[in-house]
């Protein structure tokens, strides 16, 4: 008896589990993890991390924040997200663009690098992790089919010129205002090209030369002779932290920073960070609101779309709306933490599943990279010159840029061709705030316009099969008195006139038509402003002297117009199952 109640309580544990795994899905990849992920997770992860280092010093300075303030926020916030992420492969940290996002939404309250400054930055990621937990909680997960493609690639291409010539001061050494205004930097850059530091350019243009060459030539020069993937990685994919040794060493040797002006990084703590707590502050939540919300959706359309992307490769999924909980748990960790909003970056995941990680035990061994870094490796940055960072963040974000999905668009579909543009003009011209809700608009009112000229086919029968095509692209036969119509959408407030429009003109142009079928085998809802203009459309219709008919009504749709009395009122020998057995009915009247 003791036995059996011992072997129950054991088989509930893993039902137990399974159902907090839901919630918690470390449970799910650390109750399955194998011995052979293992390899691949530390090689991923101390590639990842050497990547990070860099890169979240560099994300940062975008920020207006001291570059400690982006390690600290590569650490907790990657082990929160190991914790709660549906992926298995993003690297969540600092990214460029909402490093943008967060000084354009700041520098106009606060000057840089200053305690207020960073305590505006810290109020920003509690805003954006609460509101990313509270859609995720309320499952809104679908607000990502809001903002088509082309408006999501038209608008990171702007921002990654943005955030490329925000870099070229320090690539040139040049002393600027800071501003969000593309075009206003342009002017600052032209005016202040004759100042510059050619020892700071030289450095930067050395920098971009290495991470050109290096990751793309040499990567492929050693493939080709049969290098194996866990020489060509570190070579290929540690070049950013090549750069920063390569570089600090230089400046320290030769004392660049006092003998040639070199802007260099300076002091960085030393030391894990401190707890922090954002001061609540009314007025500053009112101002930073609109910038919360349009961080917190670009950051989890960067992080999403990839993580889906990759996802697919191995054959996993990822929940949006968990999604959004484990991002947001993330972003409110890194307040707590004297970070700055985070999300998953592409480049950063990309490289994580390129090092064969498989599974976020990857992401809490870059973690640590970044914690003994932050403990021990400080000091050594104080010689780092700032012109190497901005060279490593200008070739992460020229990989964002997608000119070649324009042309596609603009063979495939003008409409959605114009909305890449929009949203690219938006962000160049406004700002980057702006430009996300010009896109936005854009794409909504695109689907608006889409949808209100639903395409409208005369049908009639193929041959003598049951099979109704259009009269304009097959050889079919019709029925003199009989008018069939096929409408490819479902019809709401937004297309019904035109569709009524339609069918009036068409029975007005065929004196001969005594009965209009309706096809409805590709609707599959019909609104109540719809219903009410059918109701127009019938009575119009007898007054000419013609009857109404349906065919091939969905069910879900037949239920309603039952329900609201529709069915009873048209007559019920009005709707047909069929096309074919509609008109082999209205043939013979």
């Known amino acids: 008896m003791f036995n059996h109640k011992t072997q129950v309580v054991r088989s509930q544990i893993p039902n137990q589990f399974h159902r907090w795994s839901h919630f918690l899905p470390i449970l799910d990849w650390g109750l399955h993890y194998q011995p052979e992920y293992l390899a691949g997770d530390v090689t991923a992860g101390i590639v990842v991390g050497t990547v990070l280092i860099p890169q979240a010093m560099a994300y940062a300075l975008l920020a207006g924040l001291p570059p400690e303030i982006g390690l600290y926020a590569s650490i907790l916030p990657t082990i929160v997200y190991a914790f709660l992420g549906t992926s298995r492969l993003i690297s969540v940290a600092p990214v460029a663009l909402d490093s943008l996002m967060v000084a354009a939404a700041i520098t106009p309250l606060a000057a840089n690098n200053t305690s207020q400054y960073l305590g505006l930055a810290l109020l920003l990621a509690l805003m954006i992790g609460i509101i990313e937990i509270l ?25 990654a010129i943005v955030i490329g010539f925000s870099q070229v001061k320090h690539l040139l050494g040049l ?20 100042r510059i530091n050619w020892i700071t350019c030289t450095l930067g ?57 070199v802007k260099v990084v300076g002091d960085i703590p030393k030391g894990l960070p401190s707890f922090s707590f954002p001061v609540i502050d009314s007025h500053a939540i009112a101002t930073l609101i609109p910038a919360a919300f349009a961080i917190s959706f670009v950051g989890f359309m960067e992080a999403y779309s990839v993580g889906k992307f990759l996802a697919s490769k191995r054959r996993q999924q990822v929940d949006a709306d968990r999604e959004f909980i484990a991002l947001g748990a993330a972003n409110i960790s890194a307040a707590f933490t004297s970070g700055y909003p985070v999300t998953g970056g592409l480049s950063r995941s990309s490289v994580n599943f390129s090092a064969n990680a498989n599974t976020p035990l990857a992401s809490i061994i870059t973690a640590s990279i970044i914690a003994l870094t932050v403990i021990f490796l400080t000091p050594l940055f104080y010689f780092l010159p700032q012109a190497s960072l901005a060279a490593i963040i200008i070739m992460a974000v020229s990989n964002l840029l997608d000119f070649r999905m324009l042309k596609r668009l603009w063979a495939y579909n003008r409409a959605d061709a114009i909305a890449w543009m929009t949203a690219f003009m938006a962000v160049l011209v406004t700002s980057v705030e702006k430009g996300i ?24 029968r193929l041959g003598d099969t ?14 003199p008195h009989v008018l069939a119509v096929r409408v490819d959408a479902s019809l709401y407030f937004v297309n019904t006139k035109y569709l009524e429009d339609y069918l009036l003109k068409a029975v007005s142009d065929r004196p001969e038509v005594k009965y209009l079928l309706l096809v409805c085998s ?8 719809a219903l009410e203009t059918l109701k127009s459309l019938i009575v119009d219709l007898k007054t000419m002297g013609v009857e109404f008919y349906m065919s091939e009504v969905k069910g879900p ?7 609201i009395g529709f069915v009873d009122e048209l007559g019920k020998d009005h709707i047909f199952l069929t096309t074919d057995l509609a008109m082999r009915c209205l043939e013979c009247v």
Not at 135 to 159: D, K, P, T
Not at 522 to 529: E, H, M
Not at 557 to 563: E, H, R, Y
Request: proline letters at 5%; glycine letters at 8%; a positive charge.
């Open 135 to 159: 859609m995720g909680i309320l499952r809104l997960g679908f607000l990502v089919n809001f903002l088509s493609q082309a408006v999501i690639s038209g608008f990171i291409s702007a921002a």
């Open 175 to 194: 002393k600027i205002p800071q501003t969000e205004s593309f075009l206003q930097l342009l002017n600052y850059l032209a005016q202040g090209i004759h």
């Open 205 to 261: 243009a050395v920098s971009i030369f290495l991470l050109v060459y290096l990751p793309k030539l040499l990567d492929k020069q050693l493939k080709e002779r049969g290098f194996p993937e866990l020489v060509i990685i570190p070579l290929t994919k540690g070049v950013p932290l090549l750069i920063v040794i390569g570089s600090s060493l230089l400046v320290w040797l030769f004392h660049l920073d006092r003998v040639a002006g």
């Open 437 to 460: 809700l010009v896109g936005a608009a854009m794409s909504i009112l695109l689907h608006l316009w889409r949808t209100s000229k639903p395409h409208i086919a005369v049908v009639g």
């Open 466 to 479: 049951e099979h109704f095509r259009n009269v304009l692209r097959y050889p079919v036969k019709t029925c």
């Open 522 to 529: 590709a609707v599959n809802s019909i609104d109540g402003s």
């Open 557 to 563: 749709v037949m239920d309603g117009l039952t329900k």
